[in-house]
């Protein structure tokens, strides 16, 4: 099983879950008062695993980061930080920091599924750079019957009004008439719809089922949403 995260320095660590700076935490590490796994460490340097546990005179601050959430996102919500209109994903968490959450893949306001949110940049960048070909399934409908040769094109990769490369290829699985399964490994501007209205066809309804290996869990609500287990979180290489 790979590791969930690259070792971090401590006093990197510190500063990244709380609110001390980075010379505070150096600061307060030499002071004796941090532990990790049960032992005093007063190197800020040193390097510990992100899952360690870190005491602040014996208060653990694991709990505040790194995180790893998935969400069952409802039509409506945006995904950002804030939007001055809109409701965003971060409305629906209820957790200590939100701001320091980000969103690894975003969804539209009206796609509904599977969105994760992190605190660690470089497992989000494993799934959202497309050199990392991590896979993203929606299940997708569409105002018109689909054409086989959607398949093919897909596969092949089409080109997107406005960019210069042709999208990396895909996978389509036609379902009916008007439903499919799609599989992409990138994430451009309204990709799937994108692709879809370049086949003259227009997608009425996308939900994101999956992302590399981690399934929308079912027994969520939407709007609900749980941490990632250990295993989940390996799956993303990185
Ligand atoms: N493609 C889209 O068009 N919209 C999404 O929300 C996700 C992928």
Known sequence: ?????????????????TDYSRSDAKKLIKSGDI???????TDPSQLIPATADVTLMGASLRAIG???LMLNKPQGYVCAARDRRHSTVLDLMDEDNPERLH???RLDIDTTGLVLLTDDGNWSHAITS?????WKTYYVETAEPIAERCI???????????DKARTLPAELSIIDDCRARLKICEGRYHQVKRMFGAEGNAVTRLHRE????????????EGEYRALS????????H
């Open 66 to 68: 790194p995180r790893y």
């Open 130 to 134: 497309p050199q990392r070909k991590c």
């Open 103 to 105: 969103v690894a893949g």
């Open 210 to 221: 999956a992302i590399g290996e981690i399934s929308l869990d079912s027994s969520l609500a």
């Open 230 to 237: 250990a295993d989940e979180i390996a799956s993303v290489g």
């Open 152 to 162: 093919e094109h897909f596969a092949r990769g089409v080109f997107l009004k406005d």
């Open 1 to 17: 099983m790979n590791t969930p995260s690259k070792p971090i320095r401590l006093d990197r660590y510190l500063a990244s879950v």
């Open 35 to 41: 532990a990790v796994d049960g032992r005093a460490v």
